[in-house]
């Protein structure tokens, strides 16, 4: 059962969906502005500060805990908002509660968005965010864990696929919050889960996924890591919400990883909306499932 935290936030997802649904035709602009807004507005997670960054080329933010403690490792953090809106400054809050959590400085990449950087410019900023970490002088990779939510999810499968390909040095695991892996959409939650969802409208998808793919196949693996050979990858937890149409992206994934020999968690939480996650410090299911997987994150590193 869904704490009361929890379903009245669903509700305010539930009016601005409709909202929009009522406004069609808002502007990119318009639409980040709005993400930004809501976002950045949001009491901040105390406990860390920000620096800015250049990773290889790639504007980042790098989060430490503010009372000086030593740190285990780095979270390499790819932000969500259909790779066409968000930041680090957006998901400022979950990073700095992820890092705590885990005892990790964070390094939040702002890789370049589409339209006007369609596929494979986020793939190309991510993986020169990743080398420039494990760079000569830098952290060793099996000090690393790599996290994103939704677009950035699926993103952060996708660098590791690519990592594997390019025989790179891997991260001690990965943290998937409702990752995007399927932008063809073929998961029946989108059909099932439809109306259950109060943040993402299923029709809206295919056009997300086409605005980040381009003239791209929807399935190649880079861009839709469900299809990717998932062998030799790194231990996975994967987190999402029963309510929200990419519940299939998640459990399928998961399906697959295990099957190709992946060591996999998969946790779906009850009644829970897409990247609830972010409402850190404001509902209580939030605030467990950045306790465990800080916890999980904690373990990785522990294990090299």
């Avoid at 660098?159 to 409702?178: D, I, N, Q, T």
């Avoid at 404001?282 to 990785?300: F, K, N, Q, T, Y």
Wanted: aromatic content about 6%; proline content about 8%.
């Amino acid at each position: 059962m869904a704490s009361e935290a929890m379903d009245q936030i669903k509700a305010v997802m539930r009016a601005s969906r409709q909202s929009a649904a009522d406004n069609p035709g808002l502007s990119i602009e318009q639409l980040r502005s709005g993400m930004d807004q809501t976002l950045t507005g949001l009491p901040p997670v105390e406990g860390g500060r920000v620096e800015p960054v250049d990773a290889g080329g790639v504007p980042a933010e790098w989060t430490f805990p503010d009372d000086g403690r030593p740190t285990t490792g780095t979270l390499l953090y790819l932000h969500g908002g259909g790779y066409f809106q968000g930041s680090p400054a957006t998901h400022r809050r979950l990073v700095t509660a992820l890092c705590l959590a885990a005892g990790m400085r964070g390094l939040s990449v702002d890789y370049r968005l589409a339209p006007e950087h369609p596929f494979p410019a986020a793939v190309a900023d991510a993986l020169a965010a990743y080398r420039w970490l494990t760079g000569p002088g830098g952290e060793d990779p099996g000090r690393v864990v790599i996290a994103g939510d939704s677009a950035g999810g699926g993103l952060a499968a996708a660098l590791l696929v690519a990592l594997r390909e390019a025989s790179g040095s891997l991260p001690a695991g990965a943290y998937l919050l409702s990752p995007w892996t399927d932008l063809a959409g073929t998961g029946g939650s989108m059909r099932t889960r439809a109306d259950a969802d109060p943040m993402i409208d299923p029709s809206e998808t295919g056009a997300t996924a086409r605005r980040y793919a381009g003239d791209s196949d929807l399935r190649n693996p880079l861009i839709s890591p469900l299809y990717a050979d998932l062998a030799g990858l790194p231990p996975l937890l994967i987190h999402v919400g029963d309510s929200e149409v990419l519940l299939d992206d998640a459990t399928r994934m998961a399906d697959r990883a295990r099957g190709a020999g992946v060591a996999v968690e998969l946790e779906v939480w009850p009644e829970a909306f897409h990247v609830f996650q972010m409402m850190v410090e404001l509902i209580p299911e939030a605030d467990e499932a950045v306790a465990r997987a800080g916890a999980w994150m904690a373990e990785r590193l522990a294990a090299d």
